[in-house]
């Protein structure tokens, strides 16, 4: 399609998009008393308008049954999360049995790693990304030395080449080929959350499962944005947070997803809880721990009911839309995006240069070459929630669920407003 940097293209764009209805759903902060352009799904996605009705109606049956909701709320709540596993299997691709909702990201990645990290003197090593997210360093980094080891020695990680911006699978591959036999284990964010870039997931986990890894993914800034097919690409693990692209609140409960493989396996050690033992058996309280045989064998504590419901209220979104739906608008919005941001380039006669590579989800990340803090003030000033790393990169996420190619249009006239009046 030919792209046109113009209003009423960008809104016929807009009434062919079959996915625009759902603007409504979703509550807009507002600036300048209008819907602000909101590019920061990608790290507190919004609140939409259903949520409230989950979070009453939790409110009204501990109100009105206290404890009785365990068992008689109109969803208990000893099983409540088990409703989740079905549209989170559907949005990672994996069997309900293998997901489990609970904590939050870097404390249920740290459960992970109990189980899928057991260093041996011969295989000892983590391969991961460099500058990873850094709750993920800093959680190797313990973990590493929790078993009596020295991140020096067993943290790989994986270097972008000399003035690029962005990791090369065949750089992977063979930096997993070179630890061989050392590596343990292999832990990489999905989507890296500073350049946007998607990793090749299946392949990589093909490479680290075939040399004896075990291969574990953050899937942060990749669930509910990029296609995941968990299962068939026999990931051993995998843990999400749902407040990004999953729209689900700040701080959030978070997902797990363990490989059918390991499912009911009595030799894979586990920090273990009450909620994780099978239900027929809990209540009689006795001391002997029968793990249920899902992932949510990890569960430890009783789940927290008033965050899984807006969990619940999202993901009854992302069922009736899909996400065939989403990543085709995603990439039409984000390569609409890519065009606008062209076109004002050329108008200012500026630098932008675009970091995020060819494999891409939702974000785009961009160097504003020349610009600093002020253009950003004036963004949000005007509306616009961007993102802003030190010097001048900007990340921007049109999610498509709530974004319009409008927003995208108006956007670019902000941006060349921004930059002239300097
Ligand atoms: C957002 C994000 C996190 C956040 O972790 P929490 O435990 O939810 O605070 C972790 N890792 C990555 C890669 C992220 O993008």
Redesign the pocket.
Known sequence: MTYQNTLEFAQQLDDNDSLSKYRQEFHFPQVNGKDVIYFTGN?LGLQPKRTQKFVDEVMQDWRELAVEGHFYADKPWWDYHERLAEGLGRVVGAKPEEISVMN????N?HLLMVSFYRPTSKRFKILCEEK??P??QYMLQSQVRFHGLDPKDAIVEVKKREGEHFWRTEDILAKINEHGEELALILI?GVN?YNGQVLDIKTITQAGKSIGASVGW?L??AVGNVELKLHDWNADFAAW?S??YMNSGP?NA?GIFVHEQHLGRKDIPRFEGWWGTKKETRFLMEPKFDPIETADAWQVSNPPILSLAPYLASLELFDEVGMDALITKRKQIVAYLEFVLHEIDKEVESTFEVITPEQRGCQLSVFLHGEGRALFDYLMKNGVITDWREPNVIRLAPAPFYCSYTDMYNFGQILKRGILQK
Do not use: I, R
């Open positions: 790290s939050t990201l870097t404390v990645l990873a997210f709750s993920d964010g959350y953050d942060a800034h947070c407040y990004k701080g978070s």
